[in-house]
Each structure stands twice: as structure tokens, then as C-alpha cells.
């Protein structure tokens, strides 16, 4: 695997997207529903609010009967019955007739509006008032905000903490979610090890692809699981083999190149089928996809922004997609503060800071220079057809934020 002929990003992307699995559906307790994407059309059982209620504490009393009042010209009303929320009066409110109520209690039959506590005074059951209401004002009226009946939120809705308000307000205590996929993530090299204060032996390397890409996992809605794979074929073959079982998408990092010991796309090959193993893009050329039992590997590069960039080109879409959720990149237009060159037919993901108007690439592009990737916060993209831009060029950018779940 030479690397003589490159796919192009969107043919790889259209590879995995033919691929693309959907989870299985599962029904969770609301509690647990936070941020995961509805699997089911909402129906609401309930109106809501179920009654007329108030939306004031004051007076339930008729409208037409306070037409006229004012501090200058107060009007009589008696006090019939007092309700709080959670109670309701059985009374019927007749002509210069008030019952005290609550913010939340149901409108007692008879009443159309509620006035204020603060436009009156009360002497025992005397009520002496010193504004006017129209009717309905400061009632919530029965079903404003659901009709029993009415679907309120599509299946594949992302659920955010206001959906899961109106969720709960329907009468939903479960709800059917698409299930999280689980991922295993392969970590490959025999020259890694794990975070350590102390010296680190020679020609060894902090394995760091462990933590961002299971992040990004998380960050994609999904479960990580990690483990660590030697170098060798049967090593390799071995982890991927067992993870094809229980896992729903594999990843693995390092091996993808062409040295000895790149053996991870020979795995896929024997085990599966390979999608694509090159691509006409910078970082990550060496990244690649298959399918073993049925299931989906991405095959990162070892190379710490590779890896992480790779995840953003291929992975998280694949991710998003398997939960129900609609991924695309979110382009913005900015002003590039410096001359970008890149080389026509590779697509470019350039680590940049940008702002509401400008974006700067930040200079040390190097695949394993991981401070860049905390530098930046968005990514210019140059298209395959594009040879670069001039300073002051619009560009296209991808914010980091708009990538994540
Ligand atoms: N002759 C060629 N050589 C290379 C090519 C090429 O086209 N022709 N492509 C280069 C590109 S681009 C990349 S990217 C790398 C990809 O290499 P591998 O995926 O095979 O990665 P390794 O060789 O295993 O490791 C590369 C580098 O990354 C470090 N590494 C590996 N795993 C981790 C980890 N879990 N955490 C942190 N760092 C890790 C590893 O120690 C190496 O330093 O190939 C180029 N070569
Ligand atoms: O992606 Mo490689 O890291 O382009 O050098």
C-alpha cells in the first residue's frame, strides 16, 4: 500500500456514508434523557397548562365589572373563596364578586380575568379595587402551550433540557432514544506508554491518542472503550477481530502508514474489506475505513493531529448519523490574516484562531505538534480545487464548537 493513487475527501466520505448504520432504539427514563436524540414522534397526552389558570396572584373577578375603576373612581367587590395552587374552588363567581387566588390556581367558574393584589386593599371580606382587567388578562389560557393530541416534537430531534421540559410536560416518563453507540478504540505501537512525571525511556512516546480521541467519542454522544494492541499483525488482527463483536464502530491509531509494523490495514483487508487507504487531504493522508462484521473501523493515523483531524473528516458524522442526528460541517466566511498555500486536488484542514471577521493559521503545522490544535479554535478548509488563498482572501472555517454534540 503505496499511497499511488489518493481518494478524494468526498469520495471517502461517501464511502463511509454508504456505509452508515443507524443504533437500535431503546426507551430510557426521562431523567436519563438529556442530549440524546428522540427515536419517536412526540404525541402529548396531556394538555398543558391543563386548565385556565392564573397567571398572577390577585383576584379572580369579572372583567366587565371592573370597567371603570381606577384610583380615582375604586370599585367594591366581596370575597367569596381563596384558592391556592394544587386547589380549586367549587364557587361560581357572580357580579362584585371576588375569590383570592393564587399564581398557578385553575380560574374558578364564572371569573374571566384576574386583577393584581397590588391595584387593591382588603378590609376582612371587603375588597376595594383601584384598576381595571379586560377579560382574560393575567389568565394562562388551557393549552397554550400543548394541545393534548398534537405531535410536539419530531423523531431525530436532538433532545436539549427545554425539549425535555416539554417532554415531561406531555406526560412522557420514558422516552424512545436511539441507543449510544459503543466504540472501541485499538491503540497500536509498541512504542507507547502511559503519562508519567518520571523520565520517559528512549524512543518512547506518551500515548496522548488515547485521551482526545476517546474525548472526541464522548463529544460525538457515544461510548469509548480502550484498548491497547501490540504491533504486530496477529496482535492487531486479534483486538479488531474481538471488537467487531461487541462493538459497534472500531477505531484504531497508528499502523497506517507504510513501514513495517503498518499493519492495521492488513487486518482490515483480511478480516473485511477495506473502503479506501489514502486520502488527498493534509493532515492525515495515510487515513483509512473498512468494514469488519459489519461493522464500521476507522483507521487513524499515529500522528496525534492527524488522528484528532481525521476523527472531525470522517468519524463524527458516522457518529452523529448512527444516533439519528443530521452532521454536516457548519462553514463560516472569514478574512484570512495571512497567504495560505496548498497544493491543488488535496483538501486542506488548517488549524487557525478566527474570529467574528478574521481567521490567522497557526504556523506550526506539524501532525504531531498537539499545542497547535489547543491554539486554534476552528479549522480554514481549502477545497481540493483551490490552490490556497492571498492575505485578506475569504476563507472557509469550521468552528470547533459547531463540531460538537
Ligand atoms: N513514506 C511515507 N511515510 C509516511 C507517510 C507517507 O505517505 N509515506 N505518511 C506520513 C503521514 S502523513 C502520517 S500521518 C504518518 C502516519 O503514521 P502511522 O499511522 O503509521 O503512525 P505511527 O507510525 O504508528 O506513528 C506516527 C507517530 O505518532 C506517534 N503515535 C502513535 N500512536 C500514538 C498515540 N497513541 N499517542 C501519541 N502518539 C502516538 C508515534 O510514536 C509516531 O511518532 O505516517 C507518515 N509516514
Ligand atoms: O497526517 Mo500526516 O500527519 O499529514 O503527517
Not at 394538555?47 to 381606577?70: N, R
Not at 393534548?148 to 406526560?171: M, P, V, W
Not at 474481538?242 to 513501514?259: F, H, L, N, P, W
Request: glycine share 8%; with cysteine.
Amino acid at each position: 500500500m503505496f499511497f499511488s493513487k489518493l481518494d478524494s475527501l468526498s469520495n471517502a466520505i461517501k464511502l463511509i456514508s454508504d456505509n452508515q448504520r443507524v443504533t437500535d432504539i431503546e426507551e430510557i427514563s426521562i431523567h436519563d434523557a438529556h442530549r440524546r436524540v428522540l427515536a419517536e414522534d412526540i404525541i402529548a397526552f396531556h394538555d398543558s397548562p391543563p386548565f385556565d389558570k392564573s397567571a398572577m396572584d390577585g383576584f379572580a373577578l369579572i372583567a366587565e365589572e371592573t370597567f371603570g375603576a381606577s384610583n380615582s373612581a375604586p370599585k367594591e367587590f366581596r370575597i367569596v373563596d381563596a384558592i391556592g395552587a394544587g386547589d380549586f374552588s367549587s364557587k361560581t363567581v357572580k357580579d362584585n364578586e371576588a375569590i383570592v387566588i393564587a399564581t398557578g390556581a385553575p380560574i374558578p367558574d364564572g371569573a374571566n380575568a384576574v386583577l393584581m393584589k397590588e391595584y387593591t386593599t382588603i378590609d376582612g371580606d371587603d375588597l376595594t379595587i383601584y384598576s381595571q382587567v379586560t377579560p382574560g388578562e393575567n389568565i394562562s389560557p388551557k393549552s397554550e402551550d400543548i394541545e393534548k393530541g398534537q405531535k410536539i416534537l419530531d423523531r431525530n430531534t436532538f433532545i436539549r433540557y427545554q425539549e425535555l421540559g416539554l417532554i415531561a410536560s406531555a406526560g412522557y416518563d420514558t422516552v424512545k432514544v436511539y441507543k449510544k453507540p459503543k466504540v472501541k478504540l485499538i491503540i497500536t505501537g509498541n512504542e507507547l506508554v502511559e503519562p508519567t512525571k518520571e523520565e520517559i525511556d528512549k524512543a518512547k512516546i506518551i500515548n496522548s491518542n488515547q485521551f482526545t480521541i476517546k474525548a472526541m467519542v464522548e463529544d460525538s454522544g457515544a461510548i469509548c472503550e480502550i484498548c491497547h494492541a501490540g504491533d504486530t499483525f496477529d496482535e492487531v488482527k486479534d483486538a479488531v477481530l474481538e471488537a467487531s463483536k461487541d462493538y459497534d464502530v472500531i477505531m484504531t491509531t497508528g499502523g497506517t502508514a507504510i513501514s513495517k509494523g503498518d499493519v492495521v490495514l492488513d487486518v482490515v483487508d483480511d478480516l473485511g474489506e477495506i473502503l479506501f487507504h489514502g486520502v488527498a487531504i493534509r493532515p492525515g493522508k495515510p487515513a483509512g475505513a473498512g468494514i469488519v462484521n459489519g461493522k464500521m473501523v476507522f483507521t487513524f493515523s499515529g500522528q496525534p493531529v492527524a488522528a484528532m483531524s481525521q476523527f472531525d473528516m470522517f468519524a463524527r458524522k458516522y457518529l452523529f448519523e448512527m444516533q439519528g442526528r443530521e452532521f454536516d460541517f457548519h462553514i463560516v466566511k472569514r478574512i484570512s490574516q495571512l497567504k495560505i498555500p496548498s497544493q491543488l486536488g488535496r483538501t486542506d484542514f488548517i488549524r487557525a484562531v478566527s474570529d467574528d471577521e478574521c481567521a490567522k493559521h497557526v504556523l506550526n503545522r506539524g501532525s504531531g505538534i498537539i499545542r497547535s490544535m489547543v491554539e486554534a479554535n476552528s479549522y480554514i478548509i481549502i477545497d481540493e480545487n483551490d490552490e490556497g488563498y492571498q492575505k485578506d482572501d475569504l476563507v472557509d472555517v469550521v468552528l470547533f464548537d459547531s463540531l460538537l454534540w
